[in-house]
T-cell receptor, first 116, second 112 residues
Framework: NAGVTQTPKFRILKIGQSMTLQCTQD?????MYWYRQDPGMGLKLIYY???????DKGEVPNGYNVSRSTTEDFPLRLELAAPSQTSVYFC???????????????FGQGTRLTVV | QKEVEQNSGPLSVPEGAIASLNCTYS??????FFWYRQYSGKSPELIMS????GDKEDGRFTAQLNKASQYVSLLIRDSQPSDSATYLC????????????FGKGTRLHILP
């Protein structure tokens, strides 16, 4: 019962470096999300996907890119890291549900990223 | 108007008292409503979901939904120090734009 798995758990990047945060889920969920959470703040939606091959911008997409080639994987790419991207990143997934029920999001353990 | 609004707090409640957390949402077509608890440095975990008007009870937690007023609340009875956390309200419209929207969260502090 792996659920949602994120890697790495911690990472320090230098300004201008690039990296990919990995997210995979084994629950066959259609919907996947990337959030960032700054210290003492709530979740901000970066990108989300309603299924393989479909992605949409969230509230704070600038500086990030995503892809969804399979149902299971939803990687988040940072191309030119900036100090403003220092944050904790959470990946989540949710099922399409039957009517209004069974649609809650399941979260990964988070990736703590520091850009110096 | 933000899609999901919560008072950021902190909300301080004496141990043993009732903690009341509130959330309003802007889109009337919303159908699914969730409360998540997040401890510092941890990922959010689901504690309650509610889909119909009225109350839903689970142990010390009661979720209340009023779709006409676009209002969701969470009551925590007999508050314990372990309830100190940030509580996130989330809404799913279950429509074409079918993503879960989170509020900014309310920090709850239970005073021993």
């Amino acid at each position: 019962n792996a659920g949602v798995t994120q890697t790495p758990k911690f990472r320090i990047l230098k300004i201008g470096q690039s990296m990919t945060l990995q997210c995979t889920q084994d629950m066959n969920h259609n919907y996947m999300y990337w959030y960032r959470q700054d210290p003492g703040m709530g979740l901000k939606l970066i990108y989300y996907s309603v299924g393989a091959g479909i992605t949409d911008k969230g509230e704070v997409p600038n500086g990030y890119n995503v892809s969804r080639s399979t149902t299971e994987d939803f990687p988040l790419r940072l191309e030119l890291a900036a100090p403003s991207q220092t944050s904790v990143y959470f990946c989540a997934s949710s099922p399409p549900g039957q009517g209004a029920s069974d649609t809650e999001a399941f979260f990964g353990q988070g990736t703590r990223l520091t850009v110096v | 108007q933000k899609e999901v609004e919560q008072n950021s707090g902190p909300l301080s409640v004496p141990e043993g008292a009732i903690a009341s957390l509130n959330c309003t949402y802007s889109d009337r077509v919303s159908q699914s409503f969730f409360w998540y608890r997040q401890y510092s440095g941890k990922s959010p975990e689901l504690i309650m979901s509610i889909y119909s008007n009225g109350d839903k009870e689970d142990g010390r937690f009661t979720a209340q939904l009023n779709k006409a007023s676009q209002y969701v609340s969470l009551l925590i009875r007999d508050s314990q120090p372990s309830d100190s956390a940030t509580y996130l309200c989330a809404v799913n419209k279950r429509e074409r734009d079918d993503k879960i929207i989170f509020g900014k969260g309310t920090r709850l502090h239970i005073l021993p």
